[in-house]
C-alpha cells in the first residue's frame, strides 16, 4: 500500500522560511515523479509543482508565481520529497498535500495517491 | 495558464437522483482530464482520469465524458455518500490546474 506522510508544516512569520518533508512507503520511490498540491483554507485545489525522477533528469516544474520562492528537491537514499519555502506570504497559507500517481502518457499525470497534507500558517 | 472552470458552484440533489457536473477548459485539452472527489477534512481522491477512465475502487455510478474543451461527470443514482467537493483538472500542460470545485449536497 502507497504511503505519504508529510511533515514539517508550522506557523511561521512572513518573510521566513520552511521545508516540508513527504516520506514516502511502498512503492520504488526513485522510480516515481512527485509533486505537491495546496489548498487554502476553504478553498480549493492548487499545484504546487513537481519533480522528475533522477534518472529523467531530476528536474522540476512549479507554478509560476511560486517558482522563485519555492523549491522542490528529492532524497532517493530517504525515500524522500521536499518543499523548501522561502518569503513566505499570508497567501501561503494553505494544507500543502504530497501527491504521486502512475506514469502516464510519459509523465505524472494525475494524482493517484494522496498523503494527509501539513499545514502551513504564515502570520505575525 | 489554461484555466478551468466549473459550473455548477453547488449543487443539492436526492438520493437516487442523476448528477451531472460540467468542466469547460480555456483551451484544447484533448483527453488528459481528472475528477477528484474530497470530503471535509479529508485529502482528494481521484474519481476518473483520461477524461472516462474510472479509477480503481471508484464505483460504477461515476463516469466521465467529453473532449477538447468541454468535460462532464456524471453520477447515475447518488448515494448519501457521494456528498462531497468535486474538481476537474487538466493535466495537458504545466502549471496543471483545477477547476474551483463543485460542493454537492444530499438533500
Known amino acids: 500500500e502507497v504511503q505519504l506522510v508529510e511533515s514539517g508544516g508550522d506557523l511561521v512569520k512572513p518573510g521566513g522560511s520552511l521545508r516540508l518533508s513527504c516520506a514516502a512507503s511502498?512503492?520504488?520511490?526513485?522510480?516515481?515523479?512527485m509533486s505537491w498540491v495546496r489548498q487554502a483554507p476553504g478553498k480549493g485545489l492548487e499545484w504546487v509543482g513537481l519533480?522528475?525522477?533522477?534518472?529523467?533528469?531530476?528536474?522540476?516544474d512549479s507554478a509560476a508565481p511560486l517558482k522563485d520562492r519555492f523549491t522542490i528537491s528529492r532524497d532517493d537514499s530517504k525515500d524522500t520529497l521536499y518543499l523548501q519555502m522561502n518569503g513566505l506570504k499570508s497567501d501561503d497559507t494553505a494544507v500543502y498535500y504530497c501527491?504521486?500517481?502512475?506514469?502516464?502518457?510519459?509523465?505524472?499525470?494525475?494524482?493517484?495517491?494522496w498523503g494527509q497534507g501539513t499545514l502551513v500558517t504564515v502570520s505575525s | 495558464d489554461i484555466q478551468m472552470t466549473q459550473s455548477p458552484s453547488s449543487v443539492s440533489a436526492s438520493v437516487g437522483d442523476r448528477v451531472t457536473i460540467t468542466c469547460r477548459a480555456s483551451q484544447d485539452i484533448s483527453y488528459w482530464l481528472a475528477w477528484y472527489q474530497q470530503k471535509p477534512g479529508k485529502a482528494p481522491k481521484l474519481l476518473i482520469y483520461a477524461v472516462s477512465s474510472l479509477q480503481s475502487g471508484v464505483p460504477s455510478r461515476f463516469s466521465g465524458s467529453g473532449s477538447g474543451t468541454d468535460f462532464s461527470l456524471t453520477i447515475s443514482s447518488l448515494q448519501p455518500e457521494d456528498s462531497a467537493t468535486y474538481y476537474c483538472q487538466q493535466a495537458k500542460s504545466f502549471p496543471y490546474t483545477f477547476g474551483q470545485g463543485t460542493k454537492l449536497e444530499i438533500k
Open positions: 501527491v504521486t500517481g502512475d506514469f502516464r502518457g510519459g509523465m505524472l499525470r494525475y494524482f493517484d495517491y
Open positions: 519533480i522528475n525522477t533522477i534518472a529523467a533528469g531530476g528536474t522540476t
Open positions: 511502498g512503492l520504488t520511490f526513485r522510480n516515481v515523479w
